[in-house]
């Protein structure tokens, strides 16, 4: 049944808000704040209805025209045919809203820092699916598990769809099949195209198994028909959960990624974590270093430390660092970009950084504490940092809804936040990164 609706705001995830005439609020995917649309139910549970839009009856002025083919189907992104200005005042919105609701505090309308819209991503995964034509390339509907091939994305580095296409067109040289989950059959589940701001391109290819016989025919054509991909591995990944993860080969090039901000150097290996838009990790790093004044500190503890992003590039504020990472990997990236900036006051813990924390708690003390967690936040372990004793926690999230609720449990054990700041991470998206201060009463 179809029905109309006033969009009233946008909310998290990517969807805006409206109301039946009972009042009773809805969710809907698409729309912007003053339309009047015509929307149809494709979800309801008890405590929340999921809508979509079937007709524009009214449209906002800050509306434009979308910037690909895919969009709205595509899920890369959220509000592309909304203006940039619209989407940074309703991040700032969204982040302020969630401490109001989560953490039950007020806090000023934050900055978002802006970036660049387009071809801003250094990494894209592309999903492998199966059509008559053979094996594609893509992401997933908006709201859906349906595959969908990108026409002209505008989120991933200007070389990536060129790239894209012509790998897609090697693989079906050989009349590959992508794994399906349901079926068990097939092999293939991702690319992902990685760029340095150096320049260095890598492709990785995703597999169930951990070797095919086509391989090294695939790398061999890749080698002489793309010289442009300095870089070609292979995944070997046995779960459907994590795409980016598991065992790894080299078939050609260095094997990892070489990025610079400002003097620092970081390697990359491919299946370690890097932030995704360079632009924006350097003005982070930047704010952050403007926080804590880069006069000589004492210790610093780095939670989900990765490859060293905040580490390395904070090495000579501090005299002793301590990095948390769980990941092989990323430890022995980190490692190697310690040495590789003449660093040795990192002392790199290859740990599950809850754990750490729980394990630790009252046994050392750090001046500052940095974390950047995984979108699942902390939860109510990141109460115990207090007893490390640190004059300053400095939390970086891709989620302001868990870093409210954190937020909350920071302040539960008497320390106070001082400041939040937006940074456009994800132009186009609803997603917004976020750095909160906090100073230990």
């Given at each position: 049944?179809?029905?109309?609706?006033?969009?009233?705001?946008?909310?998290?995830?990517?969807?805006?808000?409206?109301?039946?005439?009972?009042?009773?609020?809805?969710?809907?995917?698409?729309?912007?704040?003053?339309?009047?649309?015509?929307?149809?139910?494709?979800?309801?549970?008890?405590?929340?209805?999921?809508?979509?839009?079937?007709?524009?009856?009214?449209?906002?002025?800050?509306?434009?025209?979308?910037?690909?083919?895919?969009?709205?189907?595509?899920?890369?992104?959220?509000?592309?045919?909304?203006?940039?200005?619209?989407?940074?005042?309703?991040?700032?919105?969204?982040?302020?809203?969630?401490?109001?609701?989560?953490?039950?505090?007020?806090?000023?309308?934050?900055?978002?820092?802006?970036?660049?819209?387009?071809?801003?991503?250094?990494?894209?995964?592309?999903?492998?699916?199966?059509?008559?034509?053979?094996?594609?390339?893509g992401f997933k509907e908006k709201a859906s598990?349906?595959?969908?091939?990108?026409?002209?994305?505008?989120?991933?580095?200007?070389?990536?769809?060129?790239?894209?296409?012509?790998?897609?067109?090697?693989?079906?040289?050989?009349?590959?099949?992508?794994?399906?989950?349901?079926r068990g059959t097939g092999n293939l589940k991702?690319?992902?195209?990685?760029?340095?701001?150096?320049?260095?391109?890598?492709?990785?290819?995703?597999?169930?198994?951990?070797?095919?016989?086509?391989?090294?025919?695939?790398?061999?054509?890749?080698?002489?028909?793309?010289?442009?991909?300095?870089?070609?591995?292979?995944?070997?990944?046995?779960?459907?959960?994590?795409?980016?993860?598991?065992?790894?080969?080299?078939?050609?090039?260095?094997?990892?990624?070489?990025?610079?901000?400002?003097?620092?150097?970081?390697?990359?290996?491919?299946?370690?974590?890097?932030?995704?838009?360079?632009?924006?990790?350097?003005?982070?790093?930047?704010?952050?270093?403007?926080?804590?004044?880069?006069?000589?500190?004492?210790?610093?503890?780095?939670?989900?430390?990765?490859?060293?992003?905040?580490?390395?590039?904070?090495?000579?504020?501090?005299?002793?660092?301590?990095?948390?990472?769980?990941?092989?990997?990323?430890?022995?990236?980190?490692?190697?970009?310690?040495?590789i900036n003449q660093l040795n006051n990192i002392?790199?813990?290859?740990?599950?950084?809850?754990?750490?924390?729980?394990?630790?708690?009252?046994?050392?003390?750090?001046?500052?504490?940095?974390?950047?967690?995984?979108?699942?936040?902390?939860?109510?372990?990141?109460?115990?940092?207090?007893?490390?004793?640190?004059?300053?926690?400095?939390?970086?999230?891709?989620?302001?809804?868990?870093?409210?609720?954190?937020?909350?449990?920071?302040?539960?054990?008497?320390?106070?936040?001082?400041?939040?700041?937006?940074?456009?991470?994800?132009?186009?998206?609803?997603?917004?990164?976020?750095?909160?201060?906090?100073?230990?009463?």
């Amino acid at each position: 049944m179809v029905q109309t609706f006033t969009v009233e705001k946008l909310v998290a995830g990517g969807l805006s808000l409206a109301r039946t005439q009972e009042g009773k609020i809805v969710f809907i995917i698409g729309g912007y704040p003053g339309e009047q649309i015509e929307a149809v139910r494709i979800n309801r549970k008890r405590d929340f209805e999921l809508w979509k839009p079937t007709k524009i009856l009214k449209s906002s002025p800050y509306r434009r025209e979308r910037l690909c083919e895919s969009f709205p189907r595509c899920g890369g992104c959220d509000w592309q045919d909304l203006m940039y200005d619209q989407q940074l005042k309703w991040k700032a919105k969204i982040i302020q809203e969630q401490f109001k609701r989560l953490a039950k505090i007020d806090i000023p309308l934050p900055e978002v820092v802006p970036s660049k819209e387009m071809h801003y991503r250094n990494k894209v995964e592309y999903v492998a699916f199966n059509t008559p034509n053979g094996i594609k390339l893509g992401f997933k509907e908006k709201a859906s598990v349906k595959p969908v091939e990108p026409q002209g994305c505008v989120i991933g580095d200007i070389v990536f769809e060129d790239l894209r296409i012509k790998i897609q067109r090697v693989l079906n040289e050989f009349r590959l099949k992508a794994y399906d989950p349901e079926r068990g059959t097939g092999n293939l589940k991702h690319l992902v195209l990685r760029k340095s701001s150096s320049g260095e391109s890598m492709a990785i290819l995703i597999g169930k198994k951990s070797e095919f016989p086509e391989l090294k025919t695939i790398t061999n054509l890749l080698k002489q028909k793309l010289p442009q991909i300095d870089s070609f591995v292979y995944v070997h990944n046995s779960r459907d959960n994590i795409n980016l993860r598991g065992p790894y080969r080299v078939l050609y090039g260095e094997g990892v990624l070489t990025e610079k901000i400002d003097d620092i150097l970081y390697q990359v290996p491919p299946t370690s974590f890097f932030q995704v838009n360079t632009f924006i990790a350097r003005e982070i790093l930047h704010y952050i270093a403007e926080t804590i004044e880069f006069e000589k500190r004492e210790s610093l503890l780095d939670l989900f430390a990765g490859v060293g992003f905040f580490s390395v590039f904070f090495g000579k504020a501090f005299d002793r660092i301590t990095a948390v990472e769980s990941s092989g990997v990323s430890v022995k990236a980190l490692e190697a970009n310690a040495r590789i900036n003449q660093l040795n006051n990192i002392e790199v813990i290859k740990e599950d950084a809850l754990n750490y924390v729980r394990k630790n708690k009252g046994k050392h003390q750090y001046e500052v504490i940095l974390l950047d967690p995984p979108r699942s936040g902390m939860g109510k372990t990141i109460s115990l940092l207090k007893s490390f004793k640190p004059k300053l926690i400095i939390y970086v999230s891709c989620d302001p809804a868990t870093l409210a609720r954190d937020t909350r449990y920071l302040m539960e054990s008497n320390v106070e936040i001082t400041r939040v700041k937006g940074f456009d991470m994800f132009p186009l998206t609803h997603h917004v990164e976020t750095v909160a201060l906090f100073r230990n009463l």
